[in-house]
């Protein structure tokens, strides 16, 4: 059993930066796969980043490529997506998500257990 709480998500104009954290309980927090996902208003929840249980492999969606990075630090079981040059587009309710696997994934329904989400708003 594995219980995630986000935080971080807030209102930020365009171009700044945040880190979104997700702590999560259990010893065997190192054994999963993480993602973050988002979903927008109006549009289907969608994949942002993986990383595989020992951070070794990681996906990005390319539409936040090069700006976001994903990582975690398995010692305080928390998982991090740092997300630079931010632009309206990316406003959605951020979600992390655990998998029990140590293979990352990027579809949603793989994941078995899931945050409460934290909003990030992007605008001017």
């Known amino acids: 059993q594995v219980q995630l709480v986000e935080s971080g998500g807030e209102l930020v104009q365009p171009g700044g930066s945040l880190r979104l954290s997700c702590a999560a309980s259990?010893?065997?927090?190192?054994?999963?796969?993480m993602g973050w996902f988002r979903q927008a208003p109006g549009k289907e929840r969608d994949v942002v980043a993986t990383?595989?249980?020992?951070?070794?492999?990681?996906y990005y969606a390319d539409s936040v490529k090069g700006r976001f990075t994903i990582s975690r630090d398995n010692a305080k079981n928390t998982v991090y997506l740092q997300m630079n040059s931010l632009k309206p587009e990316d406003t959605a309710v951020y979600y992390c998500?655990?998998?029990?696997?140590?293979?990352?994934?990027?579809?949603?329904?793989?994941?078995?257990?899931w945050g409460q989400g934290t909003q990030v708003t992007v605008s001017s």
């Open positions: 990383i595989s249980w020992s951070g070794d492999s990681t």
């Open positions: 259990g010893r065997t927090f190192s054994n999963y796969a």
């Open positions: 998500a655990a998998r029990r696997s140590v293979y990352n994934s990027k579809r949603y329904h793989d994941y078995d257990y």
